[in-house]
C-alpha cells in the first residue's frame, strides 16, 4: 500500500534534510521531485497542481526559513497536506436504533461489491445491529448464487429472488420480510455494468427512490487508479453517494485513487479493502494514511489489529512463562497462530515507523517460513513440544519427513529457540539487567 511513493517520498526528504539551510530553489527543486512522485503514484494533474502550489507557499515562509530543522518542517507541511488532501477526518458510519438501516452499495462490475456487502455485514454485526443482505444484482452471473454462498458461510440472511430480473420487486420483498426478521440493517448490492450507461443509472436511481437510504457507497477498485475517480464523479454527479469503499487496497502500490477522491468528488473515503478475509475491512483514517506515506509508520492500527486478534489471558500466561523460563514450543504455536489472525506479515511490519518498502526487501518477508514452523511444531510429539531437548537425530529426521521440510530447517529452528529461551533467561537475571545502561 503506497509502497512507490513512500520510496519516492523518502529519498525526496532524505535530500532536503541533508541541507542545513533551505533556499527557494531547494524547495523549488524538491517540489518538481514531488510533482513527479504524485503523478507516477497517478495521482489527478490539478490536485497535484494544487497540492505543490500550496506546500511550496507554506515551505517558503518564515515557519521554514528560520527554523533549526527546515528540512522536518517541509516534511511536516506535506504531512498536513497530504492529510487536508484525503478528508482530515475518517467518516463515521451511524446507526437508528428506532428504525430499519439500510446500505445501497454502487459501481461499476468488477470492483468487488459483492465481497464488500458481506464484509460491511460481518464488521456491523453485534449486539444491537442484526445485518441481512438484499442481491439486487440480477445480470452478473453467479452474482446471487456468490452472496448466497458468502452469507451461509458467515450465517447472515441473503433476500434474493434467483429467478427474477425485477429489482424493485426484489427490494419490496427484502424490506417486509427483513421487518418479520427483525434484521434492523439491509444491504444492498447492486448490479454494475463494465460501463456507465443511462439504463444502469435509471434502475439505480428508482432502487435509491424505493429503499431510501440512510447510506450509498460507491465501491471502487483502487487499483484502476484516475479511472475509478472519474467514475466515481460520474456516479455522484448522477446518484449523489455519502462515501467511497476502495478495495483491493494491499495490492495497490501507488495510491492515486486513495489521494485523488475526496479532491474530485467532494466524497471521502469511507473504508479500504486490506486483504481477501471478510474481516479484511478497515476504516480510512487519513491521517494515519499519510503518517504511512511518510514512513512514520500505522501505530494506532497495528494495536487495533493486536487487540482483536491476541487473547490477553493467554498473553499474561505467556508473560510469566517466559518470566520463569518455561516457554515451550506450544506457547511458541499459541503465538504465532496469534499474529497469523492479524494479517499478513508484510502488512503488520508496514505498519512499523521507519519500514519501507526497501527495508520489508531486505528482511524477505514471507508468510510460507511462518507454515514451515508450523508444520515443523505440529510434526512433534506433545512430549517433544514441550521438552526439545528429547529431539534426538532420528527424531529430527521423523520431523523433517512429517512436515515436507529438511533436516536443516528442523536444526534451524531448534537452535533459534534455543537461542530465545537463553535471551529470556538472560533478561530475567537481574544481574544482568542491572549492567544494562538504559538512555537517559
Do not use: W
Not at 429472488?161 to 420487486?169: D, H, L, Q, Y
Amino acid at each position: 500500500m503506497f509502497n512507490n511513493l513512500s520510496d519516492k517520498f523518502d529519498g525526496i526528504f532524505k535530500k532536503l534534510k541533508g541541507h542545513g539551510k533551505l533556499t527557494e530553489q531547494n524547495i523549488e527543486e524538491s517540489m518538481r521531485e514531488v510533482k513527479r512522485a504524485l503523478l507516477e503514484a497517478d495521482v489527478n494533474f490539478k490536485i497535484v497542481k494544487n497540492f505543490t502550489k500550496e506546500v511550496t507557499k507554506r515551505a517558503v515562509g518564515q515557519e521554514v526559513m528560520k527554523s533549526l530543522t527546515p528540512g522536518n518542517q517541509v516534511v511536516k507541511i506535506v504531512h498536513e497536506q497530504l492529510i487536508q488532501l484525503m478528508g482530515s477526518n475518517s467518516f463515521d458510519v451511524k446507526f437508528h436504533d428506532n428504525k430499519q438501516n439500510r446500505i445501497m452499495l454502487v459501481g461499476l462490475q468488477g470492483s468487488g461489491k459483492t465481497t464488500t456487502c458481506s464484509k460491511l455485514a460481518v464488521k456491523y454485526r453485534n449486539n444491537k445491529i442484526s445485518p441481512a443482505m438484499v442481491a439486487c444484482d440480477v445480470y452478473r452471473p453467479a452474482a446471487v448464487h456468490q452472496l448466497q454462498f458468502l452469507g451461509k458461510q458467515l450465517k447472515i440472511p441473503v433476500y434474493a429472488e434467483p429467478k427474477s430480473k425485477n429489482v424493485i420487486k426484489i427490494a419490496k420483498k427484502a424490506i417486509k420480510e427483513a421487518t418479520k426478521a427483525e434484521n434492523n440493517l439491509l444491504i444492498f448490492d447492486t448490479a454494475g455494468r463494465l460501463h456507465i450507461d443511462e439504463k444502469l443509472m435509471k434502475e439505480l436511481r428508482n432502487l435509491k427512490k424505493l429503499i431510501q437510504p440512510d447510506y450509498i457507497f460507491f465501491v471502487a477498485d483502487a487499483m484502476t487508479g484516475q479511472d475509478a475517480v472519474n467514475v466515481a464523479k460520474e456516479f455522484n454527479d448522477q446518484l449523489e453517494f455519502d462515501g467511497v469503499i476502495l478495495t483491493k487496497m494491499d495490492s495497490d502500490a501507488r495510491g492515486g485513487a486513495a489521494l485523488s477522491i475526496k479532491a474530485v468528488t467532494g466524497k471521502p473515503v469511507v473504508y479500504i479493502g486490506s486483504g481477501e478475509k471478510t474481516s479484511d475491512l478497515d476504516v480510512f483514517h487519513p491521517k494515519r494514511m499519510a503518517d504511512r506515506i511518510l514512513g512514520m509508520g500505522d501505530v494506532l492500527s497495528l494495536i487495533e489489529k493486536a487487540e482483536q486478534a491476541i487473547d490477553l489471558e493467554q498473553a499474561e500466561e505467556l508473560a510469566m512463562k517466559m518470566k520463569k523460563n518455561q516457554f515451550t514450543f506450544t506457547d511458541f504455536l499459541n503465538q504465532l497462530q496469534q499474529i497469523k489472525k492479524m494479517g499478513p506479515l508484510d502488512q503488520i511490519l508496514g505498519m512499523m515507523p521507519g519500514m519501507n518498502s526497501k527495508a520489508m526487501k531486505n528482511m524477505k518477508v514471507d508468510d510460507k517460513d511462518l507454515k514451515h514452523i508450523e508444520a515443523i511444531i505440529y510434526s512433534m510429539t506433545p512430549r517433544e513440544r514441550e521438552r526439545p531437548i528429547l529431539i534426538n537425530g532420528s527424531r529430527r529426521a521423523r520431523i523433517a519427513a512429517g512436515s515436507g521440510t529438511t533436516v536443516q530447517e528442523v536444526n534451524r529452528l531448534l537452535k533459534q529457540f534455543d537461542q530465545m529461551k537463553k535471551m529470556m533467561k538472560k533478561f530475567n537475571n537481574p544481574k544482568f539487567m542491572k549492567g544494562m545502561k538504559l538512555p537517559i
